[in-house]
């Protein structure tokens, strides 16, 4: 099925099988391998970028579901040559070790700060809270490490986050 | 030190094992056994066959030609036995990863099924007595008169504790690349720990020379040790590419990952301490039981810690294996030590309430002068300062002893300690370094496995070469650079660095370039009890209600050496301890009774730590000098931070609410069923 996406801001037009993830789709066929495969099922989260600017399983995506729409990966999140100041903050806060889960914590940072409202640690649901860490923590458990970074990753995002 | 290969793991540039940019490339998705045991009668991919983009199906129908002696888990196909439900039994090949997965889906497989065990039991009539426990270790040792010690003893204890199977689920799922060329030669990018042992492996079983295949493995999304030895999905690869006559790319799901890629024994641990009036052990007996597949034996040194930990005039430990109809276990963090220690300092911390002592001066009044079970001098052994620099640190002289009386609304309070060792040892490695328009290379087939070794590595030649960091470049994943040992035993930047010293050692003699093998430096190490040794304490808060245990403080106190980096170090050290609290609190996968194989086969079900879980991680080390370990004068780290906080943790929880759960994980469901 042919299908037109813009993915990192450039317009993308390719025919694609319906069973085929958009994950499989930037990984497989447009050489864009930031975006990782953990579980294929949702529930690691090493696929996260961002669709239309939310943070999303791109597993859990079929490509021609996202027929359309804009996805930004790893690779696009700093828009240039430079670093996003959530890549700085992991690379000085040593928020990774082997790297796997780490474009998709990025892409899940960079969608999570932009997200207004209350989460299931947030004592007063009726203002929007600070990000301290444990609202960090609630809210980045959507992405496994299994080097354990978690420390060094609450720390990166707190930095910027401020 | 920053990673030096920081910047393209941020920015999604750091290529893994599936992610070579290959022309023409084809996907090869495995076909799974359905029984634990019995025969493959029949193998019908006449369906399959005729699907779009399927290039072909290998199977025991026309069995692949591999070396004769190959390891029993990589020979794919070679027999109509099935050893264990989830044995590799078919592979399909197709143009695109969609196809060969609805390619192998349609094959049809007939089975003559025959009855199964897969129960690991402490009075099965299958159990003996290994040759040698992992690696090497003897798999029974005796010191003494156990029964004479226990009988004198004021205290005593005798306790049985469980561990489960686990899984090592690193992030990224094995995976490899097979390309041959025209002359036969055969290059995998695999997702391995070692390329060099990799290469000999895959060769063997291939029945090539080595000098024919190359291993690339430049990036790996963690391993933990399954990614340690080679596993059967690049074998896989290897087959499936020369069968189609394209380059192969073989990628495991998380599902496939719990079958064919090793996990941790589950163990039945039992102990026996008995202490005299002053605390000092009387006698100390650890017998493990243990499980391997009917294919390869894999007996994991559980009871090894006994050895090392604590002076006792009588000690026996004891190692009994029963060959089952499951997948061989293997390597997964501190084999051995992990859930050894997690069962002999849960007895440590009972042992301390039974004598009525502290359990930190009980682990100080039996602080060993020599190594317990060998009576070897230690190169150095610094447990008695982690233990109290943890204690002054953890606040532990303001602790009550008294379990289950700290309440905070619906929460019980508690804290726990325990020790933490690990072996640290080297092998031989070899190593180059030349020097080229002013910069600094160096060699070493290496892994960089989420350990820091490219940065590690990089720092020590800068040291060792007296020049910036910046202007060292390390070249490592490749089996054709020098011979290098495996990531693994905590022993990669002790084997490696120590080539990569001697290799720039000899560079600035010459000026020019400078080659190292330590095999001959090694063979003549002194014999030294040479290990790291460390603290953990543990504070959690524990929902009567509900039954959650949260970790809500974990301290590590650790002299392990010289610290090649701090900030490596403490990532090394948080991480394992991580690990150590998934591991006491919610991984699991269970041994599926009436099928075989395992259920949880998925992350949804596996729970390993989530950021949530994770609050407050404290990480210390001791200033060690220790001349007599290798020229860094470093232990390695990448183990000792796992072993020991299970066993904090689980002491933390009896102190919080009087309950001792001896069967991990110690979930809300054990703590509610034990309190009702």
């Not at chain 2, 591999?66 to 090949?93: H, K, M, P, T, W």
């Not at chain 2, 701090?566 to 991580?578: E, N, P, Y």
Request: hydrophobic share 40%.
């Amino acid at each position: 099925m042919d299908i037109t996406l813009q993915v990192n801001g450039v317009p993308r037009a390719v025919d694609v099988d319906p069973r085929m993830s958009l994950l499989d789709l930037l990984r497989e066929r447009l050489g864009l391998i930031g975006a990782k495969k953990g579980c294929d099922h949702g529930q690691c989260g090493a696929c996260t970028v961002l669709i239309d600017g939310r943070r999303a399983n791109s597993c859990l995506a079929l490509a021609v579901a996202v027929d359309g729409s804009e996805v930004t990966t790893v690779e696009g999140l700093a828009g240039g040559d430079g670093l996003h100041p959530l890549q700085e903050a992991f690379i000085e806060h040593d928020a990774f070790q082997c790297g796997y889960c780490t474009p998709g914590q990025l892409c899940s940072a960079a969608g999570m700060l932009g997200e207004p409202g209350p989460s299931a640690v947030t004592d007063d649901v009726l203002v929007d809270p600070d990000l301290t860490p444990a609202e960090i923590r609630e809210r980045m458990s959507g992405n496994l490490c299994r080097c354990g970074a978690y420390v060094n990753i609450v720390s990166a995002i707190s930095e910027v986050a401020r | 030190m920053n990673r030096v290969e920081a910047r393209v793991k941020v920015t999604g540039l750091a290529t893994y094992a599936a992610e070579y940019p290959v022309e023409g490339v084809t996907y090869a998705y495995p076909v799974q056994s359905r029984i634990a045991k019995g025969r493959v009668t029949r193998v019908d991919a006449s369906r399959a066959l005729t699907m779009p983009g399927v290039l072909g199906v290998l199977s025991v129908e026309d069995p692949p030609e591999l070396a004769e002696d190959a390891d029993g888990e990589l020979a794919l196909f070679q027999s109509r036995d099935v050893a264990y439900r989830g044995q590799l039994i078919a592979v399909a090949v197709a143009d695109t990863y969609e196809n060969a997965r609805a390619a192998a889906d349609a094959v049809r497989v007939s089975y003559e099924p025959a009855d199964h065990d897969v129960g690991l039991r402490a009075d099965h009539p299958g159990l003996y007595r290994p040759e040698v426990v992992n690696p090497d270790y003897p798999a029974d040792t005796e010191r003494g008169d156990v029964e004479a010690g226990l009988a004198e003893a004021a205290a005593t204890i005798d306790v049985t504790y469980t561990t489960p199977v686990e899984h090592n689920n690193p992030m990224e799922p094995h995976a490899a690349l097979a390309l041959w060329d025209g002359d036969g030669r055969l290059l995998v990018y695999d997702s391995t720990q070692g390329t060099s042992s990799d290469r000999e492996t895959i060769a063997k079983t291939l029945g090539l020379p080595a000098s024919h295949v190359r291993v690339v493995s430049r990036h790996v999304g963690g391993g933990f040790g399954c990614k340690g030895s080679t596993r059967p999905h690049a074998v896989l690869a290897a087959l499936a590419a020369r069968a189609v006559g394209r380059p192969v790319k073989v990628a495991l799901t998380r599902q496939q990952m719990f079958d064919v890629t090793g996990y941790r024994t589950p163990t039945i641990q039992r102990l026996r301490l008995g202490a005299d009036a002053d605390g000092r052990l009387t006698a100390l007996e650890h017998v493990a039981y243990e499980q391997s597949s009917t294919l390869v034996e894999f007996a994991e040194q559980t009871a090894t810690p006994a050895r090392v930990m604590y002076a006792t005039p009588a000690l026996r430990t004891a190692h009994r294996l029963v060959r089952l109809d499951v997948a061989t276990p293997s390597w997964m963090r501190a084999p051995g030590e992990c859930p050894g220690m997690y069962a002999l300092e849960s007895a440590m911390d009972e042992l301390a309430y039974a004598a009525g002592l502290d359990p930190v001066e009980l682990r100080v009044r039996n602080d060993p002068e020599t190594e317990p079970e060998s009576g070897l001098p230690f190169s150095s052994r610094n447990l008695v300062g982690c233990l109290r620099e943890g204690a002054r640190r953890f606040g532990w002289d303001r602790r009550d002893p008294e379990p289950g009386v700290r309440r905070e609304g619906e929460w019980l309070v508690g804290t726990g300690v325990a020790a933490s060792s690990y072996p640290a040892r080297r092998r031989p490695s070899k190593a180059a370094a030349t020097v080229r328009d002013g910069d600094f290379h160096v060699q070493v087939a290496a892994a960089d496995i989420g350990t820091g070794a490219r940065t590690a590595l990089t720092r020590i030649a800068a040291e060792t070469l007296g020049v910036a960091p910046d202007r060292v470049h390390v070249e490592l994943g490749d089996s054709d650079l020098p011979d290098a040992p495996v990531a693994g035993g905590s022993m990669g930047t002790a084997s490696w660095g120590s080539a990569v010293v001697r290799a720039c050692e000899e560079l600035m003699k010459n000026g020019s370039e400078g080659h190292a093998d330590t095999t001959g430096e090694i063979a003549t190490d002194s014999r030294l009890a040479r290990h790291a040794f460390g603290a953990q304490f543990a504070e959690v808060r524990v929902s009567e209600v509900t039954g959650e245990v949260r970790v809500s403080r974990l301290l590590g106190v650790f002299a392990a050496g010289h610290i090649v980096d701090a900030k490596l170090a403490r990532s090394q050290f948080i991480g394992g301890m991580t690990m150590g609290l998934g591991m006491a609190l919610m991984e699991e996968t269970h041994t599926d009774e009436e099928f075989g194989g395992f259920l949880r086969r998925d992350l949804a079900q596996y729970h390993v730590p989530a950021c949530a879980d994770v609050q407050h991680i404290e990480v210390v080390w001791l200033d060690e000098q220790d001349e007599r370990l290798n020229p860094m004068g470093s232990k390695g780290i990448g183990e000792i931070g796992i072993v020991g906080t299970a066993a904090a943790i689980g002491n933390a929880v009896h102190h919080a609410t009087g309950l001792r759960v001896r069967n991990l994980p110690i979930t809300p469901a054990k703590i509610l069923m034990a309190r009702f």
